[in-house]
Protein backbone atom coordinates (compact mmCIF):
# COMPACT_ATOMS: atom_id res chain seq x y z
CA UNK A 1 0.00 0.00 0.00
CA UNK A 2 1.38 3.29 -0.59
CA UNK A 3 -0.34 7.20 -0.73
CA UNK A 4 -3.71 7.71 -2.16
CA UNK A 5 -4.31 11.04 -4.22
CA UNK A 6 -8.19 11.73 -4.89
CA UNK A 7 -8.41 15.12 -7.53
CA UNK A 8 -11.17 16.38 -8.39
CA UNK A 9 -11.58 18.93 -11.58
CA UNK A 10 -14.42 20.45 -10.79
CA UNK A 11 -17.13 20.58 -13.31
CA UNK A 12 -15.94 18.28 -15.54
CA UNK A 13 -18.76 16.26 -16.49
CA UNK A 14 -18.88 13.54 -19.51
CA UNK A 15 -22.89 14.07 -19.98
CA UNK A 16 -26.08 14.52 -18.55
CA UNK A 17 -26.92 11.99 -15.91
CA UNK A 18 -30.19 9.60 -16.06
CA UNK A 19 -32.26 12.27 -14.14
CA UNK A 20 -30.92 15.61 -16.18
CA UNK A 21 -34.23 16.05 -16.95
CA UNK A 22 -35.44 17.07 -13.23
CA UNK A 23 -32.68 19.87 -13.56
CA UNK A 24 -33.39 21.01 -17.33
CA UNK A 25 -29.66 19.57 -18.29
CA UNK A 26 -31.05 16.99 -20.56
CA UNK A 27 -28.28 17.04 -23.32
CA UNK A 28 -25.63 18.66 -21.37
CA UNK A 29 -21.56 17.27 -21.56
CA UNK A 30 -19.02 19.50 -20.35
CA UNK A 31 -16.28 17.46 -21.81
CA UNK A 32 -17.86 16.20 -24.60
CA UNK A 33 -19.25 19.87 -26.02
CA UNK A 34 -15.97 20.84 -25.26
CA UNK A 35 -13.90 17.97 -27.69
CA UNK A 36 -16.70 18.93 -29.93
CA UNK A 37 -16.01 22.39 -30.28
CA UNK A 38 -12.52 22.24 -30.73
CA UNK A 39 -12.24 19.58 -33.51
CA UNK A 40 -14.74 21.56 -35.48
CA UNK A 41 -12.71 24.63 -35.17
CA UNK A 42 -15.04 26.70 -32.99
CA UNK A 43 -12.80 26.81 -29.73
CA UNK A 44 -9.57 28.77 -31.49
CA UNK A 45 -9.12 31.42 -29.08
CA UNK A 46 -5.78 31.25 -27.23
CA UNK A 47 -5.31 27.80 -28.76
CA UNK A 48 -6.09 25.93 -32.00
CA UNK A 49 -7.51 22.58 -33.44
CA UNK A 50 -8.63 19.54 -31.73
CA UNK A 51 -8.82 18.94 -27.54
CA UNK A 52 -4.82 17.79 -26.93
CA UNK A 53 -5.20 15.97 -23.95
CA UNK A 54 -3.20 13.16 -24.55
CA UNK A 55 -2.24 11.82 -20.66
CA UNK A 56 -6.24 12.71 -19.78
CA UNK A 57 -7.18 10.18 -22.98
CA UNK A 58 -4.56 7.98 -21.69
CA UNK A 59 -6.18 7.74 -18.45
CA UNK A 60 -9.45 6.82 -20.25
CA UNK A 61 -11.79 10.67 -20.42
CA UNK A 62 -13.02 9.64 -23.41
CA UNK A 63 -13.29 6.24 -23.10
CA UNK A 64 -15.84 7.78 -20.21
CA UNK A 65 -17.28 10.09 -22.36
CA UNK A 66 -18.65 7.41 -24.29
CA UNK A 67 -19.55 4.66 -22.12
CA UNK A 68 -21.41 7.55 -20.49
CA UNK A 69 -23.50 9.00 -23.36
CA UNK A 70 -22.42 6.59 -26.49
CA UNK A 71 -20.69 9.40 -28.09
CA UNK A 72 -17.64 8.63 -29.72
CA UNK A 73 -15.43 11.85 -30.46
CA UNK A 74 -12.84 11.71 -33.23
CA UNK A 75 -9.27 11.17 -33.70
CA UNK A 76 -8.69 9.87 -30.01
CA UNK A 77 -5.99 6.79 -29.12
CA UNK A 78 -6.69 3.77 -26.20
CA UNK A 79 -6.83 3.92 -23.49
CA UNK A 80 -4.34 2.07 -20.88
CA UNK A 81 -5.48 3.14 -17.55
CA UNK A 82 -8.60 2.21 -15.83
CA UNK A 83 -11.80 3.88 -15.62
CA UNK A 84 -15.50 4.61 -15.02
CA UNK A 85 -18.13 6.26 -15.29
CA UNK A 86 -19.85 7.68 -11.42
CA UNK A 87 -24.03 9.25 -11.40
CA UNK A 88 -24.81 11.16 -8.17
CA UNK A 89 -27.61 9.67 -6.31
CA UNK A 90 -28.33 12.93 -3.90
CA UNK A 91 -30.18 15.57 -4.82
CA UNK A 92 -28.06 18.91 -6.24
CA UNK A 93 -25.93 19.58 -8.59
CA UNK A 94 -23.36 21.52 -6.49
CA UNK A 95 -20.11 21.44 -5.10
CA UNK A 96 -20.65 20.19 -1.45
CA UNK A 97 -23.13 17.32 -2.11
CA UNK A 98 -21.20 16.23 -4.50
CA UNK A 99 -17.91 15.86 -2.81
CA UNK A 100 -20.01 14.49 0.11
CA UNK A 101 -21.45 11.67 -1.72
CA UNK A 102 -17.69 10.82 -2.53
CA UNK A 103 -16.52 10.32 0.56
CA UNK A 104 -19.65 8.43 1.75
CA UNK A 105 -22.65 10.82 2.54
CA UNK A 106 -25.36 10.50 0.11
CA UNK A 107 -28.18 13.15 0.72
CA UNK A 108 -31.43 12.39 -1.15
CA UNK A 109 -33.41 15.52 0.32
CA UNK A 110 -30.99 17.67 -0.71
CA UNK A 111 -30.69 21.54 0.67
CA UNK A 112 -33.07 24.51 0.14
CA UNK A 113 -32.48 26.49 -2.79
CA UNK A 114 -34.19 30.14 -3.43
CA UNK A 115 -36.82 31.11 -5.43
CA UNK A 116 -36.85 33.80 -8.06
CA UNK A 117 -37.96 36.43 -6.35
CA UNK A 118 -36.81 40.06 -5.36
CA UNK A 119 -36.04 40.51 -2.48
CA UNK A 120 -34.98 36.68 -2.55
CA UNK A 121 -33.82 36.06 1.29
CA UNK A 122 -36.57 36.00 3.98
CA UNK A 123 -37.47 39.36 6.09
CA UNK A 124 -36.73 37.80 9.04
CA UNK A 125 -33.62 36.29 8.45
CA UNK A 126 -32.16 39.56 6.83
CA UNK A 127 -33.32 41.48 9.97
CA UNK A 128 -31.34 39.30 12.44
CA UNK A 129 -28.39 39.32 10.29
CA UNK A 130 -28.27 42.71 10.38
CA UNK A 131 -28.72 43.07 14.27
CA UNK A 132 -26.30 40.57 15.07
CA UNK A 133 -23.67 41.59 12.44
CA UNK A 134 -23.74 45.31 13.33
CA UNK A 135 -24.13 46.16 9.35
CA UNK A 136 -26.95 48.74 8.67
CA UNK A 137 -28.25 47.35 5.47
CA UNK A 138 -27.48 45.07 2.20
CA UNK A 139 -27.43 45.61 -1.48
CA UNK A 140 -28.33 43.10 -3.90
CA UNK A 141 -30.88 40.62 -2.12
CA UNK A 142 -30.95 38.59 -5.62
CA UNK A 143 -30.13 35.65 -8.00
CA UNK A 144 -27.14 37.20 -9.64
CA UNK A 145 -23.72 35.47 -11.32
CA UNK A 146 -20.95 36.86 -8.74
CA UNK A 147 -18.95 39.02 -11.35
CA UNK A 148 -22.39 40.95 -12.13
CA UNK A 149 -23.31 41.71 -8.92
CA UNK A 150 -19.82 43.04 -8.02
CA UNK A 151 -19.92 45.38 -10.61
CA UNK A 152 -23.67 46.34 -10.45
CA UNK A 153 -23.20 47.16 -6.62
CA UNK A 154 -19.72 47.87 -6.09
CA UNK A 155 -19.71 51.43 -6.53
CA UNK A 156 -22.60 51.68 -4.49
CA UNK A 157 -20.95 49.30 -1.49
CA UNK A 158 -18.04 51.39 -1.34
CA UNK A 159 -20.22 54.60 -0.68
CA UNK A 160 -22.43 53.12 1.79
CA UNK A 161 -20.55 50.11 3.53
CA UNK A 162 -23.81 48.27 2.71
CA UNK A 163 -22.35 44.24 1.95
CA UNK A 164 -23.76 42.98 -1.36
CA UNK A 165 -25.55 39.52 -0.93
CA UNK A 166 -26.76 36.92 -3.66
CA UNK A 167 -27.59 33.47 -4.39
CA UNK A 168 -28.04 31.23 -7.19
CA UNK A 169 -29.48 28.03 -8.24
CA UNK A 170 -27.88 26.49 -5.71
CA UNK A 171 -28.44 26.23 -1.81
CA UNK A 172 -26.18 29.11 -1.13
CA UNK A 173 -26.24 32.61 0.14
CA UNK A 174 -23.19 34.76 -0.47
CA UNK A 175 -21.40 37.73 0.60
CA UNK A 176 -19.41 39.96 -1.41
CA UNK A 177 -17.81 42.57 0.16
CA UNK A 178 -14.66 44.99 -0.30
CA UNK A 179 -11.37 43.58 1.42
CA UNK A 180 -9.79 46.90 1.82
CA UNK A 181 -13.12 49.18 2.39
CA UNK A 182 -15.40 46.44 4.49
CA UNK A 183 -12.35 44.61 5.83
CA UNK A 184 -11.69 40.51 4.94
CA UNK A 185 -12.19 39.86 8.90
CA UNK A 186 -15.31 41.57 9.04
CA UNK A 187 -16.91 39.82 5.82
CA UNK A 188 -15.42 36.22 7.19
CA UNK A 189 -17.50 36.99 10.89
CA UNK A 190 -20.61 38.10 9.28
CA UNK A 191 -20.17 35.40 6.89
CA UNK A 192 -19.81 32.94 10.22
CA UNK A 193 -22.99 34.65 11.90
CA UNK A 194 -25.34 34.17 8.49
CA UNK A 195 -24.21 30.63 8.43
CA UNK A 196 -25.67 30.35 12.00
CA UNK A 197 -28.80 32.24 10.90
CA UNK A 198 -29.53 30.28 7.79
CA UNK A 199 -28.37 26.82 8.66
CA UNK A 200 -32.20 26.69 10.31
CA UNK A 201 -33.54 27.05 7.10
CA UNK A 202 -31.04 24.06 5.51
CA UNK A 203 -29.11 26.61 3.45
CA UNK A 204 -26.00 24.39 2.50
CA UNK A 205 -23.63 26.88 1.70
CA UNK A 206 -22.31 30.43 3.13
CA UNK A 207 -19.54 32.04 0.81
CA UNK A 208 -17.66 34.84 1.63
CA UNK A 209 -16.66 37.05 -1.58
CA UNK A 210 -14.19 39.54 -1.36
CA UNK A 211 -12.75 41.45 -4.10
CA UNK A 212 -10.87 44.55 -4.52
CA UNK A 213 -10.49 47.28 -7.24
CA UNK A 214 -11.98 51.12 -7.35
CA UNK A 215 -15.04 51.23 -9.77
CA UNK A 216 -17.00 48.75 -11.64
CA UNK A 217 -14.35 48.48 -14.55
CA UNK A 218 -11.59 47.67 -12.02
CA UNK A 219 -13.18 45.07 -9.74
CA UNK A 220 -11.76 41.90 -9.54
CA UNK A 221 -12.46 38.93 -6.97
CA UNK A 222 -9.50 37.69 -4.71
CA UNK A 223 -8.20 34.78 -3.92
CA UNK A 224 -9.42 35.13 -0.30
CA UNK A 225 -13.20 33.33 -0.46
CA UNK A 226 -14.31 30.98 2.04
CA UNK A 227 -16.66 28.51 1.97
CA UNK A 228 -19.06 27.68 5.66
CA UNK A 229 -20.45 24.40 5.43
CA UNK A 230 -21.42 22.15 7.14
CA UNK A 231 -19.87 18.71 7.62
CA UNK A 232 -21.82 15.41 6.72
CA UNK A 233 -23.31 13.90 9.40
CA UNK A 234 -21.11 10.65 9.33
CA UNK A 235 -17.60 9.59 9.31
CA UNK A 236 -16.38 10.09 5.71
CA UNK A 237 -12.86 8.87 3.98
CA UNK A 238 -11.39 11.89 5.65
CA UNK A 239 -12.55 11.07 9.18
CA UNK A 240 -11.25 7.37 8.57
CA UNK A 241 -7.78 8.24 7.00
CA UNK A 242 -7.39 10.68 10.62
CA UNK A 243 -9.05 7.55 12.61
CA UNK A 244 -6.61 5.43 11.15
CA UNK A 245 -3.73 7.36 12.32
CA UNK A 246 -2.87 8.35 8.88
CA UNK A 247 -3.26 12.06 7.21
CA UNK A 248 -5.53 13.46 4.81
CA UNK A 249 -4.22 16.36 2.94
CA UNK A 250 -6.87 19.06 1.46
CA UNK A 251 -5.70 21.14 -1.51
CA UNK A 252 -7.62 23.59 -2.71
CA UNK A 253 -10.81 24.37 -1.35
CA UNK A 254 -10.93 20.74 0.12
CA UNK A 255 -11.10 21.89 3.89
CA UNK A 256 -13.80 24.05 3.27
CA UNK A 257 -16.30 21.49 1.85
CA UNK A 258 -15.70 19.48 4.54
CA UNK A 259 -16.00 22.37 7.48
CA UNK A 260 -12.40 21.71 8.32
CA UNK A 261 -13.58 18.11 9.70
CA UNK A 262 -11.22 15.45 8.41
CA UNK A 263 -8.47 17.58 7.25
CA UNK A 264 -4.56 17.02 9.04
CA UNK A 265 -3.23 20.16 7.02
CA UNK A 266 -4.98 22.80 4.27
CA UNK A 267 -3.57 24.39 1.47
CA UNK A 268 -5.58 27.24 -0.52
CA UNK A 269 -6.27 30.40 -1.25
CA UNK A 270 -3.76 30.68 -4.64
CA UNK A 271 -4.20 29.92 -8.14
CA UNK A 272 -4.93 26.56 -9.35
CA UNK A 273 -1.47 26.18 -10.75
CA UNK A 274 0.26 26.54 -7.60
CA UNK A 275 -1.91 24.71 -6.30
CA UNK A 276 -0.98 21.78 -8.41
CA UNK A 277 2.73 22.36 -7.44
CA UNK A 278 2.29 22.58 -3.83
CA UNK A 279 -0.35 19.05 -4.52
CA UNK A 280 3.22 17.41 -5.55
CA UNK A 281 5.11 18.74 -2.94
CA UNK A 282 3.34 17.41 -0.44
CA UNK A 283 3.03 14.10 -2.35
CA UNK A 284 6.49 13.50 -2.49
CA UNK A 285 6.61 14.65 1.70
CA UNK A 286 3.58 12.27 2.25
CA UNK A 287 3.53 8.64 4.14
CA UNK A 288 2.29 5.72 3.49
CA UNK A 289 -1.71 5.16 4.08
CA UNK A 290 -2.37 9.18 3.75
CA UNK A 291 -4.57 10.82 1.66
CA UNK A 292 -3.76 13.55 -0.08
CA UNK A 293 -7.44 15.19 -1.79
CA UNK A 294 -7.63 17.91 -4.18
CA UNK A 295 -10.01 20.78 -5.96
CA UNK A 296 -8.80 22.08 -9.19
CA UNK A 297 -11.84 24.96 -9.13
CA UNK A 298 -11.01 27.53 -12.08
CA UNK A 299 -12.65 25.37 -14.84
CA UNK A 300 -15.88 25.59 -12.79
CA UNK A 301 -15.58 29.46 -11.53
CA UNK A 302 -13.24 30.68 -14.31
CA UNK A 303 -14.47 28.93 -17.31
CA UNK A 304 -17.67 27.11 -16.46
CA UNK A 305 -19.68 29.48 -14.93
CA UNK A 306 -18.84 32.43 -17.71
CA UNK A 307 -19.72 29.67 -20.66
CA UNK A 308 -16.26 30.35 -22.21
CA UNK A 309 -15.88 27.24 -24.14
CA UNK A 310 -11.77 28.01 -25.43
CA UNK A 311 -11.03 28.76 -22.02
CA UNK A 312 -12.26 26.00 -20.35
CA UNK A 313 -10.23 23.67 -23.25
CA UNK A 314 -7.03 25.88 -22.58
CA UNK A 315 -7.21 25.14 -18.98
CA UNK A 316 -7.91 21.40 -19.80
CA UNK A 317 -4.67 21.72 -21.82
CA UNK A 318 -2.49 22.91 -19.58
CA UNK A 319 -3.64 20.52 -16.80
CA UNK A 320 -3.24 17.58 -18.69
CA UNK A 321 0.73 19.07 -19.65
CA UNK A 322 0.84 19.21 -15.64
CA UNK A 323 0.14 15.25 -15.60
CA UNK A 324 3.61 13.66 -16.47
CA UNK A 325 5.25 15.86 -13.89
CA UNK A 326 2.51 13.92 -11.12
CA UNK A 327 2.93 10.84 -12.69
CA UNK A 328 6.90 11.06 -12.75
CA UNK A 329 6.79 11.20 -8.29
CA UNK A 330 4.26 7.87 -8.19
CA UNK A 331 5.77 4.95 -6.78
CA UNK A 332 4.88 1.60 -7.73
CA UNK A 333 2.37 1.35 -4.58
CA UNK A 334 0.52 4.92 -4.77
CA UNK A 335 -3.15 5.04 -6.28
CA UNK A 336 -4.41 7.95 -8.46
CA UNK A 337 -8.21 8.67 -8.65
CA UNK A 338 -8.78 11.90 -10.95
CA UNK A 339 -12.78 12.53 -11.47
CA UNK A 340 -15.24 15.79 -10.94
CA UNK A 341 -18.13 16.66 -8.55
CA UNK A 342 -20.25 17.85 -10.99
CA UNK A 343 -21.13 19.72 -15.15
CA UNK A 344 -20.89 22.91 -16.16
CA UNK A 345 -21.10 22.61 -19.58
CA UNK A 346 -19.76 26.07 -21.43
CA UNK A 347 -21.76 25.44 -24.18
CA UNK A 348 -25.26 25.08 -22.39
CA UNK A 349 -27.99 27.36 -21.60
CA UNK A 350 -27.97 29.82 -18.37
CA UNK A 351 -24.61 29.88 -15.93
CA UNK A 352 -25.55 26.83 -13.37
CA UNK A 353 -24.32 23.73 -13.23
CA UNK A 354 -25.13 20.89 -15.05
CA UNK A 355 -26.77 17.72 -13.64
CA UNK A 356 -23.85 15.22 -15.11
CA UNK A 357 -22.24 12.00 -14.70
CA UNK A 358 -18.66 12.11 -14.31
CA UNK A 359 -15.90 10.45 -15.47
CA UNK A 360 -13.66 8.30 -13.00
CA UNK A 361 -9.64 7.67 -13.81
CA UNK A 362 -7.72 5.35 -12.04
CA UNK A 363 -3.63 5.01 -12.56
CA UNK A 364 -2.21 1.92 -10.62
CA UNK A 365 0.68 -0.19 -11.18
CA UNK A 366 -0.35 -2.94 -12.85
CA UNK A 367 -3.74 -1.78 -13.52
CA UNK A 368 -4.28 -1.35 -17.14
CA UNK A 369 -7.25 -1.59 -19.46
CA UNK A 370 -10.05 -2.56 -17.24
CA UNK A 371 -13.17 -0.55 -16.97
CA UNK A 372 -15.13 -0.49 -13.74
CA UNK A 373 -18.36 0.23 -15.94
CA UNK A 374 -21.20 2.84 -14.52
CA UNK A 375 -20.73 3.11 -11.25
CA UNK A 376 -22.22 5.84 -7.88
CA UNK A 377 -20.44 8.69 -6.44
CA UNK A 378 -19.79 7.01 -3.25
CA UNK A 379 -18.52 4.27 -4.81
CA UNK A 380 -15.42 6.46 -5.87
CA UNK A 381 -14.59 6.41 -2.16
CA UNK A 382 -15.33 3.04 -2.03
CA UNK A 383 -12.09 2.28 -3.62
CA UNK A 384 -10.10 5.11 -2.55
CA UNK A 385 -11.00 3.24 1.40
CA UNK A 386 -10.25 -0.07 0.34
CA UNK A 387 -7.04 0.67 -1.45
CA UNK A 388 -5.93 2.40 1.91
CA UNK A 389 -7.65 -0.56 3.72
CA UNK A 390 -9.83 1.61 6.27
CA UNK A 391 -13.14 -0.72 6.03
CA UNK A 392 -12.58 -1.27 10.11
CA UNK A 393 -12.51 2.77 10.47
Same mark, same amino acid.
Given at each position: ?55 ? =? ?13 ? @??? !? @????? &? ?5 ? =? ?24 TFPEVVPVFPEKQMDM? *? ?9 ? !? ?11 ? &? ?40 ? =? *? ?16 ? !? ?6 ? #? ?43 ? $? ?18 ? @? ?38 ? $? ?34 ? #?? !???? #????? *??? $? ?5 ? =? ?8
Open positions: MGKAILIVLDSLGVGGAPDASLYNDEGSNTFGSIALACSNGDADIGRKGALKVPNL =ESLGIYSATRLSTGL @TLP !N @TNSTI &GSYAVAK =ERSKGKDTPTGHHEIVGYTNPIGWYL *IQEAKVTGFLG !NKHASGEDIIKEY &GEAHLDSGYPIVYTSADSVFQIAAHEQGFGLDRLYETCKIAA =E *IFNNLRVQRIIARPFLGG !NKDKFFRT #KNRKDFISPPPINTLCDKVIKSGKKCFGIGKIADIFGHRGISKSI $SGMSDDKLFDEMLNVIEKAN @TGDLIFANFVEFDTLYGHRRDLPGYARALEKFDKQLPKLF $SILNRDDFLLITADHGNDPSFAGTDHTREQVPVLIK #KH !NLIN #KCYGL *INF $SDIGCLV =ESFLRLEKY
